[in-house]
């Protein structure tokens, strides 16, 4: 049987009350033990617990961790045949891609799962998520790569997205096939088309400030969008515009705006607002327009994938024609390759 270690970073999964509503809580290992009540019923494959400090919401979560996440991994990567992350869900999405960019190729299954109700809470989705986790761990067919285990679904973890803040089926991956499926047995569609390989654990130099988000929408500031497209600490745009990818021209104030911050180094990635699909920048004029200001076309990109991918690619170093280069094309399957 295939050894697993679980780091537990924190989130609804092991949360317990309190007078302000759940906060994290430690022991999870014993608490989950006392619940599996031992694994032979299941069959499930040996494991360990390591609880990360602080344990955190992880809506507090900072780049910062995910360098914590790949050293606890690296420290345990020779012992272990997979590795199970429990996170918060609020932004599970962004970590299981950022670590799908810092890790590279892999040889061995990475799957971050949480719940939506704190395990020993009634109905609660904890112990099926994690025992679902743990048997697609010990599973052959498993992709050697960074996934998201939630609701019997196994996706890709670079193309997750939180789509649910009540229900179960709280993730879904709405421009990529499911990994697996889970009912009775598990069915995996298709194998894994992603290299494997040796990860990589460099740690990064990550910088809090370098990246934000900019949405548009009807009546945004034409002001505030040009200070924060001049923003001296700004290295990295996610735009979020609307359908195919088209912004509002402002007269072509807010192109040259984003044309002199790409002048300046500034990487502009542009996204779709839509739930589902890709930019296809030159389907109208107003998208068109963004090419010769420099703007970088996402495809099928999620928010998430896009912010950790960004975050990921400035803190390797990378800057100018580098920079937007590794942007242009999937790196490990976050977007659909055109
Ligand atoms: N706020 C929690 C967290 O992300 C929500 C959850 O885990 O479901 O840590």
């Given amino acids: 049987m295939p050894r697993v270690l679980m780091l537990y970073t924190g989130g609804t999964i092991g949360m317990q009350p309190s007078p302000h509503g759940y906060v994290p809580s430690a022991g999870l290992a014993e608490r989950l033990a006392a619940h599996l009540a031992l694994g032979d019923p299941y069959r499930l494959p040996a494991f360990d617990v390591v609880e990360m400090q602080p344990l955190i919401d992880s809506a507090e979560l900072m780049p910062e961790a995910w360098n914590r996440l ?20 609020d932004t599970m999405a962004y970590s299981a891609a950022a ?6 190729a892999l040889n061995k299954p990475v799957i971050f799962t949480g719940s939506q109700i704190p395990l020993g809470e009634p109905r609660s989705d904890a112990l099926n998520n994690v025992v679902s986790a743990l048997q697609l ?72 400030e370098a990246v934000a988000g900019l949405t548009l929408h009807p009546g945004m500031s034409l002001r505030r969008a040009k200070a924060l497209l001049e923003d001296a600490t700004l290295k990295g745009l996610v735009i979020s515009s609307y359908g195919v ?92 390759a055109r």
């Fill in 245 to 336: 990818g088209n912004p509002p021209n402002f007269e072509g104030e807010l192109l040259n705006a984003m044309q002199a911050a790409n002048e300046r180094g500034v990487a502009l990635l542009n996204i779709t607002q839509c739930a589902q699909g890709e930019v296809v920048q030159g389907a109208y004029a107003t998208g068109a327009a963004l090419n010769p200001a420099g703007v970088i076309a996402g495809g099928d990109i999620t928010l998430e994938a896009a912010v950790a991918k960004l975050t990921v690619l400035l803190g390797q170093g990378l800057s100018g024609p580098a920079l937007r280069k590794a942007l242009s094309a999937p790196m490990r399957g976050e977007a659909t």
């Fill in 137 to 208: 761990a010990a599973h052959p067919a498993t992709p050697c790569e960074v996934s998201l285990l939630f609701h019997d679904r196994l996706l890709r973890g670079n193309r997750a997205r939180k789509v649910r803040t009540q229900g179960l089926d709280a993730f879904d991956s709405p421009n990529f096939p499911w990994l697996a499926e889970i009912g009775i047995g598990m069915i995996f569609p298709q194998p894994s088309a992603l290299l494997s390989g040796e990860p990589s654990f460099s740690p990064l130099q990550l910088d809090d």
């Fill in 99 to 104: 670590l799908s960019f810092m890790l590279g």
């Fill in 70 to 89: 790949v050293a606890v991994l690296e420290r345990h990567w020779q012992h272990y045949d997979a590795f199970i992350i429990l996170h918060g869900t």
